[in-house]
């Protein structure tokens, strides 16, 4: 063979290699995409190069296949749902304190799954490689969190919360992850719980007296009327807001 055609023959070699170089980056660069979604894109802002964040991601998923990623038996699945549901019940007496159990809980099925959790940032890494959908409505749960801790959070925020929370929440227990059943729980308890504290006067308005705020129940509701009579209604239960929330759960 001559210098010349042993000279052809590595150029053409070289292209060979280079061109199935460019196939097989370009092809993992589009599993990783898929694969990790927003969390590609989060990724490759925090690293200096897209050849990084895509190690970095690889690296991810070699780690996730070493754990002992299991699925929740039945009775752990339905005991996590019906705790969760008892927390819906109880955000409208106690929004903070139920956001915060709704991240204590997570965090618990978490760890059930088989996560390792002392390493917050750790976990967050961990849980992209199958959860990168909803990872990041996660983030956003765990800022309101750490604002409301602070007395800092509105009712629209920790409201928010439990929805991201949710979210996170049902992919864990295996459930679809699109339903928003909750936000529209806790906005039908809220609107609820608005209503009443509307229809209920405060003690020293214009029209209501002592007498008549000694004579009421306890669990009666006061209301001026235009004569500046005040007048005794039995209180709605908070059940009822509960009820209301349940059906728009339905």
């Known amino acids: 063979m001559s210098a010349t055609a042993i000279v052809i023959l590595v150029l053409v070699i070289l292209v060979v290699a280079a061109l199935a170089a460019s196939l097989f980056m370009a092809q993992r660069r589009r599993r990783l995409r898929d694969r990790f979604g927003p969390e590609y894109d989060r990724a490759v802002s925090e690293h200096e190069s897209r050849r990084e964040a895509e190690a970095e991601l690889t690296q991810r998923e070699r780690r996730v296949r070493e754990l002992d990623i299991r699925p929740l038996s039945e009775s752990a ?9 008892q927390l819906q019940e109880r955000f409208v007496d106690a929004p903070v304190d139920v956001v915060a159990a709704s991240q204590a809980l997570v965090t618990q099925v978490i760890t059930e799954r ?3 959790a002392d390493d917050h940032d750790q976990v967050l890494a961990d849980l992209s490689v199958d959860h990168a959908g909803t990872l990041e409505r996660y983030r956003a749960a765990e800022q309101v969190s750490t604002t409301a801790a602070a007395g800092r959070a509105s009712t629209e925020d920790l409201r928010q919360a439990m929805v991201h929370y949710r979210a996170l929440f049902r992919e864990l227990l295996g459930e ?10 806790t906005a039908a308890a809220e609107s609820a719980a608005d209503e009443t504290a509307a229809n209920q006067p405060a003690v020293g308005e214009p029209g209501l007296e002592t007498a008549d705020l000694e004579a009421a129940d306890p669990g009666d509701d006061l209301d001026a ?12 239960s908070s059940q009822s807001s509960r ?7 339905r």
């Open 225 to 236: 009327g235009d004569d500046g009579a005040v007048r005794v209604a039995p209180r709605r």
């Open 77 to 85: 699945r339905a005991g996590y749902a019906q705790q969760w549901t």
């Open 114 to 116: 088989g996560y390792p």
């Open 243 to 249: 009820e209301n929330a349940e059906e728009w759960m």
């Open 176 to 185: 679809p992850a699109g339903s928003e059943t909750v936000a529209d729980e």
